[in-house]
Structures are given as C-alpha cells and as structure tokens.
C-alpha cells in the first residue's frame, strides 16, 4: 500500500490524497460500505462499482465463523470468493466479538467467545485475528483489539489501551504476509490523556495507517469531536486515518475537515432496509402516509437509479408490502449520497471551498446540526 | 393489440407470434416473469429488460388491496407506477381470491372475502375486476373466473365453469376502455367434456386471446397435457393463447409444441428465493453440502451475471447467510434459464428444427421426464 498526499486544505485540516494497493487506487477521503459476511446488503459488486466505490469492508469474525477463513483462502481469498476485484480492507473482529458473540471472556492472551450463529465455541488471539485476516488476503487489515462499552470507568478504559497496545505489538510481529498494509487501531473511551497515550504509544509501533476505535459507540457527538480533536493533530500527516465505525452524513464532515481519510458505517445500508433515506434535505422516512401519492423523486437533487425512476409513493409501497425491491433501491440510494458527499467533499478540497461546502450542507438541511 | 403468426411449425403444432401493444412487441412463445404485487421480486425493471423480458404479469387481487387500484390510477396507472414501459398484462384476481383471501364466499353476483393482508372484507365482481384492471391500465387484462381447487367434483366443475362463462359475459359487456385487450379463461377441470365446452362456450363470445386456467394445481402432467390436448386444437389459430400459472421447464417446452403462446408462473422467481435452481441439466438446491469449496459456474452453459461472476460455493454461503443478494443472484439466474429457453425455443420454430430441439433438451437433464 502506498499514501500520497493530493492536496492539504488551507483553512482546515482537510486533505485529499490517494491509496494505492494491488486492487486499484482509492481516493480520500473515501467512505468504505460495509460488507461484513462477504456482501453489501442488496447489492452486486457491479453496482458498487456504478456507484464509485474504491474499497468495502469485510469481518474477520463473521467470515471466520461462517464459511470459515480457511474456505474462503481455499476459494483464492476474498477477493475472488465474493467477485470484487476492487480494494478490502477487514476488521480484526476485535469489535464484532464485543457487540455479537455471547459469553465473551477477555484475558490477556486473548477472547473466547460463543458465535453468535450457533454457540459453537471459539477463541480469537491477536495471532489467530492476523492469520484468518492473511486467510482472507485484504488489501489492509486490522489490529486485534479491546473495544470498551461506553460508558466506562477511567480504570477500565485505561487498561483495556494497555491491553490494546500490547496486543497491536503481538499483531505487528506475527504478520507473515508482506502484501497487506496493518493498521493499528486507537481506543482509549472519552479521557482525553488516554487517547492521547494512546496515540502516541501506537505511532511507536510503526503502523501503515491509524484508526481511531470506540466511536458512534453512544456518546454524544461533541464527545466524539473531542476525541477527533485530540488525537488527529498527533498523528503523522504522511499516514492514512481512519474512523471506524463513523458515521452520519455530519459526521463525515466533520471527520474530513478535522483530517481523516477513511470511514466505515453499516447507517446507509441497514438505514435503508428499515426505510431511513438520507437526503440532501434531510432524513425522509420513507413509511410516512405523506408519500402515498407522492409522485416525487425521494431526493430532487440526486442522480441514482431510484431516484431516476421512482416516485416516493412507489417507494413506500414497496417498504409497506415488504419487497426485496424496498431494500435494494434504498440501499442503492443511500449508498449513492453517501458516495455522493464524499465525492463533493473531494471536490471542494480539491478547489479550496471546503469551508463553504460545510456551510452550505448544514444551511439545505432540516435539522441543523451545530456541534459547538 | 395486434397478434400475427410470424411462422407455424411443420412437425409440432409450435408458432412463432407477436404481440403488438401500446408498451411494444412481445415475440411468442414467451413467458412472463410475475409481478404480482407491482415488483417482480428481488428485480429492477433495469434487470428485467437486460434479460428480454417483453411483458411482465401484476395482479388484480393484490394491488387492489393494496396500494389500491384508485391509487395507482392517480399516479398514473401501473406501467408508470411500477416504472415499467413494455408490456403488462393483469390477471383478474379470480385465482387469488382462492388461494389468499380468507372466509371466501361465492354467489352468482360475485366473491366476498376477507384481504389476506388485514382481514378487512373485500368484494369482487366480473364488473369489479375490470374496474380494478382498467384502473392499473396493463395492456392485457383478463376475464374474472372460478378457479376451483383439484380434485373437484364433475359437478362442482361443471357449475363452476357455467359461472365463469356467465361471469366472462359480464366481463365482455362491462369493458370500457378500448385500448386493452380482454382474454377469456377457460376453466372445466380435468374433464375432457368441460373444457371443451368451456373452450366453444367462450368462443363466442369473442375475447382477443383465450386463456387456460386452473392449470399446475395439483393434477399429474398427464392430466395436464390431456387437457392441452383437448382444448389447445379448438382454438381460433389467429388469437393468443395463455397456459394461465404454467409451468416447469418442461412445462414450457410440451405447451410451446402443443401450440400455446404465453405463459407465467412464480416458478422461477420463487425457487430462486428457495434455492433452487434450474439449470441446463437440471436441478440444483444451492444448500447442499458438495457445493461449499465447488469453485465451478451455477450453469457453465448459462451466461447470466450470476453465472459469469459467481462460484457455487459462494452462491451456497450467500443462502446460507440468508442474505438478499442470494435472493437476487438466483432470481437473475432462474429467470435467465426461463428467457433463453423461450428465446431457443423460439428460434428452433424459426429454423424448423423444434423436435430435435425437445430431444435435446430432455437429454440433457438428469431427471428425464417423458409424458406418455
């Protein structure tokens, strides 16, 4: 993997740069969807490569559980198993195995745990995390980490970095593969001085790119701004960042001005499939009896398929009867003004306006987001 | 609409045909993919023309029930509604009142009954079905029937097919609208004397395609083709006709020989979602445990988007995941086996070669199956 820095923005710390890897190049800022068992939800590989998407996620924990790395290495890796010839990038299952396994037990080696499939037992070290995510060949993996739930105390938060840090230190050893870059991964709650330690005790261990864990975990969004505020400055400009988990539309905003290059969040996808639609106006909720003869386009101002050719009255009969069609043009919706701000926001890195693209997105819409 | 015998075969009594509608040409034998609820599922109307799909079937019963026939007529009608411009021919909810609704009672004035969606009491007529039917506006729209359950009584089928040829007069008489084509349904059970009667009884009352119902209910194929064979030789050669539900591959190929034009069935579309999955030499159910490291094509003589990008090792793991991309990629698949057989079909009439084309395509398969 290669990182070059495009264009650094004047007035704020946005930046646009380029990934390079052996599946193509992905252009940041750059928002990842989510295919956590080897799919977007709803969606072929061809239509992500419509939409514009340089890279997905997949999970190491889901496909480790089913249908096992070991298979899918057997099949040429995950590329070639789900037909996406373009960049992955995998979780190290780190978190997955806190919000889905059952009967979790950390200990200092590592986490065993019930699937959350079949109760079946199983065991995740940071070694083990490294080989099933060289089993599934991504083009950037992850660290094996500890992601707290929030709340959580001081005491807590601070050793579970401890943990973290040493395990990111056992994943940077055993990695055999020279062909995928690892990331290391920040957690450390909300306390400003352990994310700060975090940080800096990572950046020790020489990683080819930082994610920032723990966030969108449920606190409020000024508590994530602080986190983005305290440790993004610290990290080396030359290195992607990344924010796991982010976000909503304004966070992406807020993420990029703030300098980060890459974000993953399963909101457009799952949104779609319970009827939340983002739109350049706000969010529309797609049920609503307002719609029921709505002739409209969901989203005026986009370009998508569904907005192309279906009305919003269409739209929320096919969400009331239960369609898989429902799922799939909201998912190609979503997705496509997900792709769609982040490409704006290249845009306007790229001509020096950002500040005034943040402006004008908060100004279109309903619920004014102001983070003080 | 326009109907013109582009070819009649030699050997078989198979025709080439076209079906000239206000929303364009349907070459004949074709089938139509169901669309009962305003979607055929899992599919874009995109994806439906990429596969040839000429016309496609919606029905009476469910969209009178919901979104409402009266809605669908404010928004334009059903092609505008669904964003679907080729051809669209509804079936007249005769078949469905059977086989969804609840407490169902029928008197010579019509059927009252309770939706399947809400147990909300419903009331359908001859002159009910055609309001429903000219509302959504298809291009083809069918005469309201008693479709009875099999095994009937001869005289619970022959009372019933008197009712359906009284109602089939109303349904003549209560057209309004000119700019669709009304097909009449012959019902009779499997007795050979009642299906004929029907088939001359309707006849004269002279609709502008005669159609086959209470098919694929149950009987043996021999009991169907016995049918075919009665009634198929009656009908006028210059109007359409319509094997109503039919049928299996072979269904397809032993109705095109016998002379028959259109069909539909939920066949394709819902063993996709099932998992099973048809293919040049046979049947596959995606689930089984050979298939979880067979790197190989669904169908290497198939060239649909499934086929060409996807192992069935990875087609067994999306089934398994229960994911929707595995409802759309055997949907795709289903119906692309369904259209290339109408189209090889099609061109084995052109080139006059339809028997050898039968012989072949029974070898092929694994289960050969051969109607005495």
Redesign the interface.
């Known amino acids: 993997m290669k990182f070059i820095i495009l264009r650094q923005d004047t007035e704020t710390s946005a930046r646009l740069g380029r990934i390079s890897t052996a599946h193509g190049e992905v252009t940041t800022p750059a928002f990842l969807p989510v295919g956590t068992?080897?799919?977007v939800?709803?969606?072929?590989?061809?239509e992500l490569v419509d939409l514009g998407v340089e890279m997905i996620l997949g999970n190491a924990y889901h496909l480790y559980l089913?249908?096992g790395s070991k298979?899918v290495a057997?099949?040429?890796g995950l590329h070639r198993?789900?037909?996406w010839k373009r960049a992955i990038l995998t979780d190290s299952g780190g978190y997955q195995v806190l919000s889905h396994a059952k009967l979790r037990k950390v200990t200092e080696e590592g986490v065993s745990f019930q699937s959350h499939l079949d109760g079946s037992l199983h065991y995740i070290s940071p070694e083990k995390s490294i080989e099933i995510q060289e089993d599934l060949g991504a083009d950037i993996i992850m660290a094996f980490d500890e992601c707290i739930q929030y709340p959580a105390s001081y005491d807590h938060a601070r050793d579970s970095l401890e943990r973290t840090l040493r395990w990111a230190e056992r994943c940077r050893r055993c990695q055999r593969r020279t062909d995928q870059a690892l990331f290391g991964i920040i957690q450390g709650g909300f306390f400003r001085d352990l994310r700060e330690r975090g940080a800096k005790d990572l950046l020790r261990l020489g990683f080819e790119g930082f994610a920032l864990g723990g966030l969108c975990v449920g606190e409020t969004k000024e508590m994530m701004l602080e986190v983005l505020d305290t440790v993004l400055p610290i990290l080396p400009v030359e290195k992607p960042r990344y924010l796991m988990g982010v976000g909503t539309p304004e966070d992406l905003v807020e993420g990029v001005i703030r300098g980060a290059d890459l974000f993953d969040c399963v909101m457009p996808t799952r949104h779609a499939r319970t009827g939340c639609l983002f739109t350049s106006f706000g969010r529309v909720i797609i049920k609503n009896a307002q719609y029921?003869?709505d002739?409209g386009p969901l989203d005026p101002n986009c370009s998508c398929?569904t907005c192309l050719?279906?009305?919003r009255?269409?739209l929320r009969?096919?969400f009331?009867?239960g369609?898989?069609?429902s799922?799939?043009?909201n998912t190609i919706h979503n997705l496509s003004y997900y792709l769609t701000l982040m490409r704006d926001l290249r845009q306007a890195i790229m001509e020096g306006r950002v500040v005034e693209f943040r402006e004008r997105f908060y100004s279109l819409r309903e619920g004014v987001y102001n983070p003080q």
Chains 1, 2 share one sequence.
């Not at 939800?41 to 061809?46: G, H, V, Y």
């Open positions: 068992a080897g799919s939800k709803a969606m072929t590989p061809a089913r249908p298979v057997e099949l040429g198993f789900i037909s029921v003869r002739e398929y050719n279906f009305s009255a269409y009969y096919l009331l009867a369609e898989i069609l799922a799939r043009l």
